[in-house]
């Protein structure tokens, strides 16, 4: 999607601020308990936001500018692109070249330079290698579900069977033995529950009044979900702080990703529903599945595993998980 080239500046120049802008969003701010004080910013977070954001924005525009230089693109007007051409038009053409020809098509396409800087943002946000560690949402999941699996070991025993019985000690884990893993699918949605990576969504705000529980909330207010408390609620869940993956083969349907049942939020709900649950959910599967077959895992003597979380708008374990791995398949070249 993006060249080799843009994935080194993003992750040298944007990175870095990208983990100051998450940060400063997780900052509690006194204005979130209090609007009245918001227009005082008297935090200074707002106006630190709007520092780091148009620190962003100078930089996606540098990395713009160097591929229209590179591309050899004349420039005819501040905002437009004229006459731009690759000079070898064999070269596989990614996403930001794409972009710039069409935008180059003048009347044919409604791109406007301001479109493209902001797509090519969204497609950083994609591109989990270019600012992986600022975005490491399903990492955090894959290390509390191996966390709890370290300290489950009937759990962890079961998940194994089922790979075993699947994908086979002379094999190694593809993509289609993941719709045949029920148990190691439940585990990770148990993981989600106990541990949501996005503890209290994003901020929303209320488009009109309303009652919730009993408690009017006027329009315009920004409202925080605690997905945490919720997937905790021992009125909705039995025994709620145990990891328990078989809650969810009981009703799987019930309890899927896609934020239908208000117990189980883990990636929201709504029109603003997280877009990457395909892609995350397949990810996570893939990676568990394949460090369970693949090798056996201890821990380290002595170490004694906490759960806890540390906050900042997503949820990692407080203590990273330090495990070693031994191979567990017959077959050395598996490992090749
Ligand atoms: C374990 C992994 C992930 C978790 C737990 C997660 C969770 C979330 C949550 C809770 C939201 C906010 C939803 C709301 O407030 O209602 C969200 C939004 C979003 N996520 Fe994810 N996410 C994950 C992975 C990904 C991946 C891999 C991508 C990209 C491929 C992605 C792209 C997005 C985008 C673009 C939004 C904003 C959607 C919008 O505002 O319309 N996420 N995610």
């Known amino acids: 999607m993006l060249s080799r080239e ?10 870095p601020i990208i983990k100051k802008m998450i940060a400063l969003v997780a900052k509690p701010n006194i204005c979130d308990m209090l609007p009245i004080l918001a227009p005082l910013d008297v935090q200074g977070i707002r106006s630190k936001g709007k520092e780091l954001s148009s620190e962003v924005d100078r930089i996606v525009a540098s990395i713009i500018d160097k591929r229209r230089d590179k591309d050899d693109v004349v420039d005819d007007d501040d905002d437009e692109i004229e006459g731009k051409r690759s000079k070898d038009t064999n070269e596989t053409k990614d996403f930001l070249q794409i972009l710039l020809e069409l935008k180059k098509q003048g009347e044919a396409t409604s791109l406007t330079m301001a ?12 591109d989990r290698d270019a600012i992986a560690g600022a975005t490491d949402s399903t990492s955090i999941n894959v290390e509390w579900a191996m966390a709890e699996l370290m300290l489950h070991p009937g759990e962890l025993r079961k998940a194994k069977e089922e790979l075993d019985q699947v994908v086979g000690m002379n094999n190694i884990v593809e993509e289609s033995h993941l719709s045949k893993l029920p148990y190691l699918d439940a585990v990770l949605k148990e993981a989600h529950r106990l541990h949501p990576v996005v503890p209290l969504l994003v901020p929303h705000r209320s488009s009109a009044d309303c009652t919730v529980g009993g408690y009017t909330v006027p329009k315009g207010s920004t409202v925080f979900i605690n997905v945490w408390k919720m997937h905790r ?31 189980y939020l883990p990636f929201g709900s709504g029109r603003r529903i997280c877009v990457g649950i395909p892609l995350a959910t397949k990810m996570a ?36 998980l330090v495990i070693t791995p031994t191979p567990r398949l017959p077959n050395a070249e598996l490992y090749s």
């Open 6 to 15: 843009d994935k080194v500046s993003i992750s040298v120049q944007l990175r």
């Open 115 to 126: 479109h493209i800087k902001n797509l090519f943002l969204a497609l950083c946000k994609f």
């Open 233 to 263: 609620d021992p009125n909705e869940w039995e025994n709620p702080s145990d990891f328990i993956p078989e809650r969810f083969l009981a009703d799987s349907d019930n309890h899927d990703y896609k934020g239908n049942n208000f117990n």
């Open 285 to 320: 599967l893939y990676v568990v599945a394949s460090l369970l077959h693949s090798f056996e895992w201890e821990m380290l003597r002595n170490e004694q595993l906490e759960l806890l979380d540390k906050y900042r708008i997503l949820a990692k374990i407080a203590t990273p």
